[in-house]
């Protein structure tokens, strides 16, 4: 069993930055794959970026390529989505997850999430 706690999260103006944190619980997630996800108000949940559990593999969102990167630091069990040069489009609950069984763009891939961070993009 893992557990994902979201941090991070926050209200910001547009063209400001933002970082995020997925703390996660066990020994085993530091060997899982991990995702952020977000979910807008109405909005059906969708991919942002994943990470293989070396953290050389990377994926992202055509949305956020550019603007955001996705890392982890497995001493800590702990991923982060580093968010630049942000838009009001971004404004999202955002959630990480992790599973082992490989990186998916798809949500039923993802075995464990965590509860979400909200982030706020307004003037």
């Known amino acids: 069993q893992v557990q994902l706690v979201e941090s991070g999260g926050g209200s910001v103006q547009p063209g400001d930055s933002l970082s995020l944190s997925c703390a996660g619980s066990?020994?085993?997630?530091?060997?899982?794959?991990m995702g952020w996800f977000r979910q807008a108000a109405g909005k059906e949940r969708e991919f942002v970026a994943t990470?293989?559990?070396?953290?050389?593999?990377?994926n992202y969102a055509d949305s956020v390529k550019g603007r955001f990167t996705i890392s982890r630091d497995n001493t800590k069990n702990t991923g982060y989505l580093q968010m630049n040069s942000l838009k009001p489009e971004d404004t999202a609950v955002y959630y990480c997850?992790?599973?082992?069984?490989?990186?998916?763009?798809?949500?039923?891939?993802?075995?464990?999430w965590g509860q979400g961070t909200q982030v706020t993009v307004s003037s």
């Open positions: 997850a992790t599973d082992p069984r490989g990186p998916s763009q798809e949500l039923g891939s993802w075995r464990y």
């Open positions: 066990g020994r085993t997630f530091r060997s899982y794959f």
């Open positions: 990470i293989d559990w070396s953290g050389g593999l990377v």
